[in-house]
C-alpha cells in the first residue's frame, strides 16, 4: 500500500514561507490524484489544493487561491506545496492524500482520498 511522509511544516511569522513536501513510497494509477488539506484546532479538516497528476491540473482553495502554489516532481514521486505570504489563519496540521481522479477531476472533499500521511504542523505567529 502507498504510504505518504510529510515534511516541512514549522513556525514562522505572518509574511513568511514554507514549503511543504509529501513522498509517495511509489506511484499508482489508482491513485492519480494528489491533495493537501488541513486542519486547525476544532475546525473540520479541509481541502487547500490538490493536482492530477497524470496531467498536472491544479485546484486551490479560495483561501490560498494566490497565494499557495501546489507541484509535483514525478522523478520523485513527490508532491510539494510552496506556500507565501502566510497568514495566523493558515495555523493548521497539515495532511498530504492520495485518491482516484473522476473523469480526470480531482475532487477537494476528504472522503475521495483513502490515504493519507502523518500531518505536518505549520504555525504562523502575528
Known amino acids: 500500500q502507498v504510504q505518504l511522509v510529510e515534511s516541512g511544516g514549522d513556525s514562522v511569522q505572518a509574511g513568511g514561507s514554507l514549503r511543504l513536501s509529501c513522498a509517495a513510497s511509489?506511484?499508482?494509477?489508482?491513485?492519480?490524484?494528489m491533495g493537501w488539506f488541513r486542519q486547525a484546532p476544532g475546525k473540520e479538516r479541509e481541502g487547500v489544493a490538490r493536482?492530477?497528476?497524470?496531467?498536472?491540473?491544479?485546484y486551490y482553495a479560495d483561501a490560498v487561491k494566490g497565494r499557495f502554489i501546489i507541484s509535483q516532481d514525478n522523478a520523485k514521486n513527490t508532491v510539494y506545496l510552496q506556500m507565501n505570504s502566510l497568514k495566523p489563519e493558515d495555523t493548521a496540521m497539515y495532511y498530504c492524500?492520495?485518491?482516484?481522479?473522476?473523469?480526470?477531476?480531482?475532487?477537494?472533499?476528504?472522503?475521495?482520498?483513502?490515504?493519507w500521511g502523518q500531518g505536518t504542523q505549520v504555525t504562523v505567529s502575528s
Open positions: 493536482i492530477y497528476t497524470p496531467g498536472g491540473s491544479t
Open positions: 511509489e506511484y499508482t494509477y489508482s491513485r492519480n490524484c
Open positions: 492524500a492520495a485518491g482516484p481522479s473522476f473523469g480526470g477531476v480531482c475532487r477537494g472533499s476528504t472522503g475521495q482520498y483513502d490515504t
